[in-house]
């Protein structure tokens, strides 16, 4: 089982970056897929999820409108758009899947992908 995201990077506020989450060695469609988030001192929090067939989504508080995630079944991705980035969601982005719904934080994980935002 692997997951492995990519995207990430330095931006500037007000900016856009689309994560990516690519997925392998298990049945994807059958998971639901979520991104966390980590911040230096502070302790990691969901930022969105999405279930299997797409059928519910959940949004961390602080998103607000600005982040989308999505899957592609298909080819066994899934991506988190994020649109009017600020300094605050400077942090380590992890991809997880897991079979359950609501999000639990268990299944598997990818190693992470840096986004920094500068003020």
């Known amino acids: 089982v692997q997951l492995a995201e990519s995207g990430g990077a330095l931006v500037q506020s007000g900016g856009s970056l689309r994560l990516s989450c690519t997925v392998s060695?298990?049945?994807?469609?059958?998971?639901?897929v979520i991104w966390y988030r980590q911040s230096p001192g502070k302790e990691r929090e969901l930022v969105a999820g999405?279930?299997?067939?797409?059928?519910?989504?959940v949004y961390g508080d602080f998103v607000k409108g600005r982040f989308t995630i999505s899957r592609d079944d298909a080819n066994n991705m899934f991506y988190l758009q994020m649109n009017m980035l600020a300094p605050e969601d400077t942090a380590v982005y992890f991809c997880n899947a897991e079979t359950a719904w609501p999000p639990t934080a268990f299944g598997h994980w990818g190693q992470g992908t840096q986004v920094t935002v500068s003020s």
């Open positions: 060695g298990f049945i994807f469609h059958m998971y639901s």
């Open positions: 999405l279930s299997a067939l797409s059928r519910h989504t």
